[in-house]
């Protein structure tokens, strides 16, 4: 049985092991530019539309050279609705225009445009930093556990942060629900990636168990 989940939890990081962050091209670091990436990442990914899409469109903004908050407040709605066009992410595209410049406006006057100040003021704790995340006028609760599923990889004090979406795809493929027990089947650095690929798992209707373990043999 201990096999069997081990040959498992191999085939979920080999087939859906990539980060959201990582998809969108942010090489997450404990660094003001990088933490704000994905703060623009989950604000995108926070609304009902594909993760896909999603990531595209904050490509196509980090590509405009919105990459701070500053960038970002400077740009005029219509610049960052045609940046989100670009990415086809056209059916929130005003509203999260607006969203993103008052975002950006938020960062500045509140962290100074350094989301580790957020962090020093949380002081390790889940509770507070939700709350100040949820401040931003584009994130919700669910974009506060997108931000801490992958945040915890440069911020430990927030890990394991496994949340119910991640949860929902254990128990898909047959993995413990448990967040402690889960995150004991891989390294320490892998928790982020394994939770993304639960999540990815979770809204794959094609994943299957016995798949992933085969893929998982065939990359020995």
Request: net charge positive; glycine share 8%.
């Amino acid at each position: 049985m201990a096999e069997r989940s081990t040959e498992l939890v191999r085939g979920l990081l080999n087939g859906y092991g990539t980060t959201f962050a990582e998809e969108a091209g942010i090489r997450l670091a404990d660094k003001p530019g990088p933490l704000y990436q994905l703060l623009v990442l989950t604000t995108l990914l926070s609304a009902r539309i594909s993760a896909g899409v999603a990531v595209a469109a904050a490509r196509a903004l980090f590509a405009a050279g919105y990459r701070t908050p500053q960038a970002m407040a400077r740009a005029s709605w219509q610049q960052r609705v045609d940046a989100l066009g670009r990415g086809h992410y056209r059916r929130y595209d005003e509203r999260t225009a607006r969203m993103l410049g008052d975002e950006a406006q938020l960062c500045l006057e509140r962290w100074r445009g350094d989301l580790r100040r957020m962090r020093a003021e949380a002081d390790g704790e889940v509770r507070p930093m939700r709350s100040m995340l949820i401040e931003f006028s584009g994130i919700g609760p669910t974009g506060a556990d997108i931000f801490l599923r992958e945040v915890q990889g440069v911020w430990p004090e927030f890990r394991p942060y496994l949340d119910r979406k991640v949860t929902a795809g254990a128990a898909k493929v047959g993995l413990p629900a448990a967040p402690d027990a889960l995150a004991r089947s891989v390294r320490a650095a892998e928790v982020p990636r394994l939770a993304s690929a639960l999540v990815r798992v979770a809204l794959d209707r094609t994943a299957h168990p016995d798949e992933l373990r085969r893929a998982a043999r065939s990359r020995r």
